[in-house]
């Protein structure tokens, strides 16, 4: 039936990335009349001038959070939108009703794609809601009780199974997220927030112009470069990304971005022929952009990045030198004009070459320089304690500490999903003992990778032949998907290991760990977890 | 941790685990005189294991033969494939649908005798695996947790217990309902009429009147909380035909030193035991809680003995917590039942092969391919008279 086909195809190309949302219709069709026109078969106007439409209009939500709602909405209740309508869509209500910088705190890690957190949440939601999902895709979320109610009534249809798993059937579950977690969602996250009300009095910066950018990619390693940013349209941008890695190796891409409720960057670039996302926000002054990029098809090859605007100093690479040493010192950012300065017991050398956004300098620490972080200076602009003199790494630390990769791959339609390891230096501190609080972080380190099994199962399963290899750049790549007849009860390539990590550090090896644990697909991948 | 260690101690104990010798011989059931007949089906108590598989399959086994003799295509989308048995065993009532519809079939020749849409209008009603018949086969019982789906939301109601006409044929309405508690899974018919509900407590309703009484409080017990954990009950399948009776396990923890002092406190599995004759009660924790097992089942001939199935096959005596017996699995297997002359266990769910084995040694001595994975349908015990 043609109906049928016209259905199918408007839902699949719905399910575009948010940030692949960046070309907006010269003449988008009015967001409320799309409201109208295409929600109220079931949404009903509710009279009120502040919240027109039921359900709709008592809630706030990220650009993603919006995205996954209409999405659900084509996908299970029927609704038929057009691409360009649900782009209106989403960037009205995100500008409309979404959240202010500040109820994004400490919570951006899930719009960023970030991988392995630990999230720590109140022992009440994290017993009812995060036992399933994250706590932050509940923290993105500002919503009336009545609607936080309506939730809870949501999830008793959509999943009706919930009150039975674990965790949950152990408790009057429906009756403890109705009555207690409801209200106390309500007042942890409200619909009405002043931080929203003063948000949107705020006259958003423009982000156009140049932005020094540092960040960090796994496999490819730090870079720094330059962020062309030109308005094309209101909230709309292209950006041009020209710069290099630590190891010189050029870098360079271009895209679009679009900006949401003011400061929520969604970039799409091509990189090296790479496709790229940034998930960054823009600061209230418009002087920083700070957030993750990562592959659009492997979310995991990530890093933070930073870009800034006016006089300043990004980054130093490396972040260390020991004592006795003499390194090429790389200082990255913007406008960087002067002399550059070193701190107590390190001098600066030579400048071995330099332009704006970044001078290379040979540095040499004496033998007696003091243990600490130092000030880099270059010209009247300075880093605070940027470059650690050491005398020897006592310790290291993997991060993350706590890691899932997943398998897949093999033919089948969820592919594997790997995870990337960085080893953090310390030196012991005036006290000589490693791991206690003055420990001086170095930064992150080169090192040399190995996998072994976490515990005596893990051995005796022989985890190590199947699930899976790391790289010589710390990226763990998981084995294939599907029973494997070679293991004890035909199991998957799944397996628990011990990322290890070796700095070298003169005549020194310095081993740190980090837990990995290898299993199965996530066949369910909401756009937020 | 202790929880971890005991797990680490399960798992390379299956690990070890010898290895599986197939002798292919079959338990064959003795029947005494030579039985009737129905539709060319061995009769008068000749015994069949009935299971579900994907995409949506009733199959019959013979236990004499151990051969699949018949399979019925069920209506709807698979889910969960519970089985509730008349008492005649010529009735396999299946939950299909996404645990919506109820079909009943007629063993002999697949003919459906009777069906049950449970969503109407804008309700949504799912029934988590909680389906029985009554002794005298005239009654079907569900336990039915209906959301009303409104234009912009859900709204969800309360559980109730749904009586249905077994001779009401096709498209059968409830002809009673009453509400009972949130979270009930496996439920059974006692002989005197009321229907055992399991779920965070056990309790039985009058399917008369809807009156309630508790049988045993486990989520609510009334135990000091700094001496016990309350229990987390929970079981997908109804089994116990085999020898009349129904089983809830449960998981509780035992603080033998400062409650959370995991180094001092003992994990154990217990179980409340309902004689669904008699409606005695038992109620016991002494299996360390060593082996995940989905249910237990009876041994006929001693009833301090019991079986569980997970990753291993372990046999118990329940009342002094001793592990008669571990035997390795191929694979994870949900769910077990047995022959009533308790000498042949049934290991199945999961996947597609029901793995058959001597209950005195757990050896493996037989292997019954199906069509499709069970996942979580039963594996039910029908006695054809």
Excluded at chain 1, 23 to 47: F, Y
Excluded at chain 2, 187 to 196: C, D, F, L
Aim: glycine share 8%.
């Amino acid at each position: 039936m043609n109906n049928n086909k016209t259905t199918r195809a408007l839902l699949g190309t719905g399910a575009l990335a948010l940030a692949g949302l960046v070309t907006m219709p010269a003449q988008a069709a009015d967001a409320e009349s799309i409201i109208r026109d295409r929600c109220l078969s079931c949404h009903t106007e509710t009279g009120e001038s502040a919240t027109p439409f039921s359900r709709i209009s008592e809630q706030r939500k990220t650009p993603e959070g919006w995205m996954m709602t209409i999405s659900r909405m084509q996908q299970q209740r029927g609704l038929v939108i057009s691409p360009e309508e649900k782009r209106t869509l989403v960037k009205h209500l995100a500008d409309t009703q979404g959240l202010a910088p500040s109820e994004t705190d400490g919570v951006r890690y899930l719009l960023e794609k970030e991988p392995n957190v630990v999230e720590s949440f109140d022992q009440l939601v994290q017993e009812t809601c995060v036992r399933c999902h994250s706590g932050a895709r509940v923290a993105l979320q500002r919503r009336t009780e009545d609607e936080w109610k309506h939730l809870i009534h949501f999830h008793m249809g959509q999943q009706p199974t919930a009150e039975f798993h674990a965790g949950a059937r152990d408790r009057a579950w429906f009756d403890i997220a109705l009555t207690n977690v409801a209200p106390k969602l309500a007042k942890d996250y409200p619909f009405n927030s002043d931080a929203w009300n003063n948000w949107q009095k705020v006259n958003k910066k423009s982000l156009n112009g140049t932005w020094a950018m540092t960040g960090y990619m796994p496999g490819k390693g730090t870079f720094d470069a330059s962020l062309r940013v030109s308005k094309t349209a209101a909230d709309n941008y292209t950006v041009a990304l020209e710069g290099q890695y630590a190891d010189g190796t050029p870098l360079s891409g271009e895209g679009r971005a679009i900006v949401y409720a003011g400061y929520e960057w969604r970039a799409s670039l091509t990189i090296d022929g790479v496709k790229v996302r940034q998930v960054l926000a823009a600061s209230a002054d418009g002087s920083a952009l700070e957030g993750r990029m990562f592959e659009r098809d492997d979310e995991i090859i990530g890093g933070s990045v930073k870009a800034v605007k006016g006089n300043v100093i990004t980054a130093v690479t490396p972040s260390y030198i020991k004592q006795g040493e003499r390194k090429l010192v790389t200082i990255s950012g913007n406008n960087l004009k002067g002399n550059v300065q070193l701190g107590n017991g390190v001098k600066m050398l030579n400048v071995v070459s330099r332009n704006a956004n970044r001078v290379v300098v040979l540095a040499e620490a004496s033998k007696t320089a003091k243990v600490g972080a130092i000030n880099v200076k270059v010209g009247r602009t300075s880093a605070k304690t940027a470059l650690a003199v050491y005398d020897q790494v006592a310790r290291v630390e993997i991060t993350p500490s706590e890691s899932i990769a997943r398998i897949g791959g093999a033919g089948g339609p969820i592919p594997k999903l790997k995870s990337a390891y960085r080893a953090v230096g310390y030196a012991a501190g005036a006290d000589g003992k490693p791991g206690t609080e003055d420990d001086l972080r170095l930064g992150y380190m080169p090192a040399a990778w190995s996998l072994k099994p976490f515990d005596e199962i893990a051995q005796h399963d022989n985890d190590i032949k199947y699930a899976g290899t790391i790289s010589r750049d710390g990226v763990f790549t998981p084995g294939d998907a599907g029973l494997n007849p070679e293991r004890r009860m035909s199991t998957n390539n799944v397996g628990n290991l011990s990322v290890v990590g070796t700095v070298n550090d003169g005549n020194n090896n310095v081993q740190g760990e980090a837990h990995l644990l290898v299993t199965v697909q996530t066949f369910v991948k909401p756009v937020l977890q | 941790m202790k929880l971890t260690k005991m797990f680490k101690q399960a798992a390379i104990v299956t690990a070890i685990g010898a290895s599986v010798l197939l002798t292919g011989c079959n338990n064959a059931n003795t029947v005494a005189e030579a039985p009737a007949t129905i539709n060319g089906m061995k009769a008068g108590g000749h015994e069949y294991i009935l299971t579900v598989t994907r995409p949506n399959e009733l199959h019959i086994v013979d236990t004499e033969t151990n051969k699949l003799i018949r399979t019925c295509d069920v209506p709807g989308v698979f889910g969960n494939g519970g089985i509730a048995m008349s008492p005649d065993g010529r009735i396999a009532y299946v939950m299909t649908n996404k645990w919506e519809d109820v079909y009943g079939f007629d063993i002999t020749n697949c003919d459906i005798k009777f069906s049950v849409k449970q969503s109407y209008d804008n309700v949504q009603v799912k029934s988590i695996t909680s389906m029985a018949v009554s002794a005298d086969g005239k009654e079907l019982y569900t336990v039915q947790n209906p959301v009303r789906k409104l234009p912009d939301r859900f709204e969800t109601m309360e559980p109730r217990l749904a009586v249905f006409n077994t001779n009401d044929g096709l498209n059968a309405k409830p002809v009673r309902t009453f509400p009972v508690d949130r979270r009930i899974t496996k439920i059974g018919a006692m002989h005197n009429g009321e229907v055992i509900l399991g779920g965070g407590d056990l309790k039985a309703i009058d399917p008369q009147n809807g009156k309630t009484r508790m049988i045993k409080a486990l989520q609510n017990w009334d135990r000091a909380p700094d001496k016990w954990v309350p229990p987390d009950a929970f079981a997908m399948h109804s089994l116990g035909e085999h020898v009349g009776e129904f089983i809830m396990p449960y998981f509780t923890i035992r603080w033998n030193g400062a409650p959370g002092d995991e180094s001092k406190a003992d994990f154990l599995w217990g179980h409340v035991r309902i004689d669904m004759k008699t409606g005695e009660v038992e109620s016991i924790e002494k299996v360390p809680f060593e082996f995940i097992v989905f249910n237990w089942i009876t041994d006929p001939h001693d009833k301090d003995v019991m079986y569980g199935s997970f990753n291993q096959l372990s046999k118990h005596n329940v009342k002094t917590g001793e592990t008669i017996n571990v035997q390795a699995m191929d694979h994870t297997y949900y769910n077990i039942n047995m022959a009533n002359d308790g000498k042949t266990l049934y290991i199945g769910g999961t996947s597609s092969d029901i793995s058959v084995h001597r209950s005195d040694t757990l050896e493996k001595i037989g292997s019954i391919q199906l069509t499709g994975d069970m996942s979580t349908s039963d594996l039910r015990l029908a006695r054809l008279k």
